[in-house]
């Protein structure tokens, strides 16, 4: 098994029939089991299944976004999906059989008690009068998504995507950069009606689903179905309220200043993108010139980075380079049979490149010291809030490293990421309080919604100006954002990890060996604790208790201020 490569992996359909009937078998001997003993080796051995089983269905869906265009995988793909959901009710009776079970003390005294509460919460999450509204909600997600995914803008002479476009927000030509935003607009006005409507059922549904389970409205469900058992509504309130007195005053001044090296009289939304008069950091080689000077930085980093960069490497577990026929997506998976992480990208040889290099690959290298310090596959992966620490951090760690990638432009590549670092959070939060509004107040209109957004606008980013964009203007902007129709109340967790990466910033600056001791315990921990938990355990400080926010972006602010980039001519 060590001497596995991913192109070499051998596919096999995953047998659905007998996975189900062996799920069904194993739900009952776990009911009779008479020990402890016996019952721990049961879960080993559903474990086992369980690891040969999502392995398979995760090797299709890898090798299928590989090559969109092979059929095969296109297929098998089909079936994991149409096939999963049946099967699922199966594994929630092993579950039901765990959480019944008279040996339920035995488990948690050995696994902690964390191993129980995504059991607990997914139980709670679920009743059989929301099936058919879960199954109107995919419909309207799937239909947003389509559309996105669909959407053909004309522009530049050539028909592109959504993520196309955006490309020419950072034009060196200022009219071209305008134009550029008003096409994007104008594709969304242009479907305004429909995207009205499907927000509008899709709160009715999921406000119902929330009714049926016993809450007023959606809200707490929302806050489960993101795992989270130890904080609400009250402290994510609390921790917009500190955005926005410590982190919008300070984008404002970053967007000031932003407009004097830019040369113009007032900045525009359509200038936000262009960080510097001269154009952003390019990386000073190929594809194979940044994997390479990966490489040699993970090895210079830490030991334990080293041997997970060689094993990424050595067996084939990162796909980065763009080729005809790949999906337009990245992400990081794992097989869990192999112990192995999987990092997907297409590169584009911008600054995006360097953030799949140390942003995923960061999720990765967290997956990689999970699965091998965590004793069951439940503790392999981690919630969002505490995952995307893993991966922002990484982004932090690398900042001395910038020169191997960016050569003279490495000070713009740090300067211009730690910006959109702090700039993203007012955003961040302006979303999540803008689901919590329509949740909570189902009766507005649409055109009342976009208002909605328009005002939190106004107090999260007042520097935000849309010229003559009239869709735009009267808050039109949201609809843009994927998360808010299909991941609701997902958004918080970038802004809140944001905190985590922020600390690991100053840590590393001031002790880089406690920082990185830090680090690793966080990576090793997994999903073993709840987030509050996870935060002591790796001694990084709770965002929600005031003024954390303002002690986490410190040394940010400080590098912010003291860069060359700040300074007037
Ligand atoms: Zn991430």
């Given amino acids: ?189 242009k479907n305004e009606e429909r995207l009205e409507e499907i927000w509008d059922e899709l709160i009715k549904i999921r406000n119902e689903m929330g009714r049926n389970l016993g809450y007023e409205n959606f809200i707490p469900v929302g806050y489960m179905q993101q795992g989270r058992t130890d904080y609400g509504q009250k402290e994510v309130e609390s921790f917009r309220e500190q955005v926005l007195t410590e982190i ?46 990966a490489r040699k930085m993970y090895h210079e980093i830490s030991p334990e980075t080293g041997e997970f960069i060689d094993f990424m490497i050595e067996h084939e577990l990162m796909d980065l380079k763009n080729k005809p026929g790949k999906a337009s997506t990245g992400y990081m998976t794992y097989l869990a049979r192999y112990q192995s992480p999987f990092v997907f990208s297409c590169f584009n040889q911008t600054i995006f490149d360097m953030q799949v290099l140390t942003h995923e690959l960061g999720h990765a290298f967290a997956g990689y010291m999970a699965m091998r310090h965590q004793p069951v596959m439940e503790y392999y992966s981690e919630s969002t809030d505490i995952a995307e620490i893993h991966s922002m951090s990484m982004e932090q760690f690398s900042y001395p490293y910038a020169e191997q990638f960016f050569g003279e432009d490495a000070d713009k590549f740090r300067f211009a990421h730690l910006q959109e670092a702090m700039t993203f959070v007012p ?88 920082a990185w001791e830090d680090y690793l315990k966080l990576c090793k921990c997994g999903g073993s604790m709840s987030y509050l938990e996870t935060l002591r355990h790796a001694n990084v400080h709770n965002p929600f208790e005031a003024g954390s926010v303002k002690n986490a972006i410190s040394v940010a602010k400080d590098e912010l201020f003291a860069s060359k980039y700040m300074k007037e001519d």
């Fill in 1 to 189: 098994m060590s001497d596995f490569t991913f192109s070499t992996l051998e596919y096999q359909r995953p047998d659905f029939a007998a996975v189900g009937s062996f799920a069904e078998q194993m739900a009952e001997r776990m009911k009779q089991a008479g020990s402890y003993e016996e019952l721990k080796a049961l879960m080993k051995e559903s474990e086992e299944a369980s690891k040969d089983f999502s392995t398979m269905c995760v090797i299709a869906s890898i090798r299928n976004t590989l090559d969109t265009r092979d059929e095969f995988y296109e297929k098998e793909q089909e079936y994991i999906d149409e096939q999963t959901p049946l099967i699922t009710p199966k594994f929630l009776a092993m579950d039901a059989a765990l959480l019944n079970s008279p040996f339920r003390a035995d488990i948690e005294k050995e696994y902690g008690k964390q191993y129980f509460v995504q059991k607990e919460l997914e139980k709670k999450i679920f009743c059989e009068a929301n099936i058919p509204l879960m199954q109107q909600e995919a419909k309207l997600t799937n239909e947003y998504q389509k559309m996105m995914a669909t959407a053909e803008i004309p522009f530049d002479g050539k028909t592109l995507n959504l993520y196309g476009v955006q490309k020419y927000f950072e034009h060196e030509d200022r009219s071209i950069r305008a134009a550029a935003v008003k096409a994007y607009s104008d594709f969304y006005h």
């Fill in 427 to 514: 955003f961040g939060v302006a979303v999540d309080e803008f689901q919590h509004i329509c949740y909570a107040n189902p009766s507005l209109t649409p055109k009342e919604r976009t208002l909605e957004w328009k005002k939190l606008e106004e107090k999260y980013m007042p520097w935000r100006k849309y010229d003559a964009d009239d869709f735009f203007d009267r808050g039109g902007y949201w609809y843009h954002k994927l998360h808010i129709y299909l991941y609701p109340f997902y958004y918080i967790n970038y802004t809140l990890t944001t905190m985590g990466a922020m600390e690991f910033k100053k840590k590393n600056y001031e002790d880089h060996a406690a």
């Fill in 248 to 293: 919008v005053p300070l984008c404002e001044k970053l967007y000031e200043a932003q407009r004097k090296r830019l040369g113009i009289d007032t900045l525009k939304f359509y200038d936000e993108s262009r960080v510097f008069a001269d154009g952003n950091a390019v990386p000073a080689g190929d594809d194979d010139f940044m994997v390479e000077q």
